[in-house]
């Protein structure tokens, strides 16, 4: 419960009252590297899921909103060219982020156990 509350943005304060135990027990347990390791590692594994579920709703949603408003004789042409624009804008962002995880994953791959950032 600790290592949770932290690792979403409590304060310590808040952790401490969510997880049952004194401000200072929090103070300590952060003082204990693995500890802290534990809520480094949870931070990065909220970070990871948070930008996954961004991530499919814009794949999902914004592209499609995209693709309606480049496409619909109806709507304004200024509003089409934006929409055009923005698509060719992140494309290459998009693209250049997935290869760059994948030149990451292949880079931690190599390295000892004891340096990875991932576990």
């Given at each position: ?72 004789a ?44 991932t576990?």
């Amino acid at each position: 419960m600790l290592v949770a509350a932290l690792a979403t943005g409590a304060t310590q304060p808040e952790a401490a009252r969510m997880a049952g135990m004194s401000e200072r027990t929090v103070r300590r347990r952060l003082d204990e590297p693995a500890f802290a390791d534990r809520v480094a590692a949870e931070r990065r594994a909220v970070a990871t899921r948070t930008a996954a579920r961004i991530t499919a709703l814009a794949s999902r949603d914004a592209v499609a909103v995209l693709r309606e408003l480049m496409v619909d004789a109806n709507v304004a042409p200024s509003v089409r060219l934006r929409a055009a624009l923005g698509a060719l804008t992140v494309a290459p962002a998009w693209r250049d982020n997935g290869e760059l995880e994948a030149t990451v994953t292949a880079l931690e791959a190599r390295l000892p156990q004891e340096w990875r950032l991932t576990p």
